[in-house]
Nanobody, 134 residues
Framework: QVFLVQSGGGSVQPGGSLTLSCSVS????????VGWFRQASGKEREAVAT????????YSADYVKGRFTISQDNAKNTWYLQMNSLKPEDTAMYYC???????????????????????????WGDGTLVTISS
């Protein structure tokens, strides 16, 4: 059974930084895509950053590019989302999720934020709230 356990998050002032963590257990796929998603109140869930395990390539949505960085510590089986220069509009619930190559192929998806489908991900973390407020 696969578990994604999230930690981090909280409340910071605009311009501040936060790091989200997602520890995974029970995952057996050798290649997969990791995505960090967010969902603001009243809005749809959207992917903000992705990382493909096959070649370690990373991608970020345009509205977080240069501010958010996705990374992975294989020894700890943990994925991270480093968020800098946070803005009030970054306030949302943040989720980590993963999808295998096989599942991506069902809709010809790629490991990029504008390609991942929320309903196409295999496993999700429980989410963590990030609030940016002065």
């Amino acid at each position: 059974q696969v578990f994604l356990v999230q930690s981090g998050g909280g409340s910071v002032q605009p311009g501040g930084s936060l790091t989200l963590s997602c520890s995974v257990s029970g995952y057996t796929y050798s290649t997969y895509c990791v995505g960090w998603f967010r969902q603001a109140s009243g809005k749809e869930r959207e992917a903000v950053a992705t990382r493909y395990s096959g070649d370690s390539s990373t991608y970020s949505a345009d509205y977080v590019k240069g501010r958010f960085t996705i990374s992975q510590d294989n020894a700890k089986n943990t994925w991270y989302l480093q968020m800098n220069s946070l803005k009030p509009e970054d306030t949302a619930m943040y989720y980590c999720a993963t999808v295998s190559d096989e599942s991506l192929s069902l809709y010809d998806g790629t490991c990029r934020p504008n390609s991942l489908r929320v309903d196409g991900m295999d496993y999700w973390g429980d989410g963590t709230l990030v609030t940016i407020s002065s």
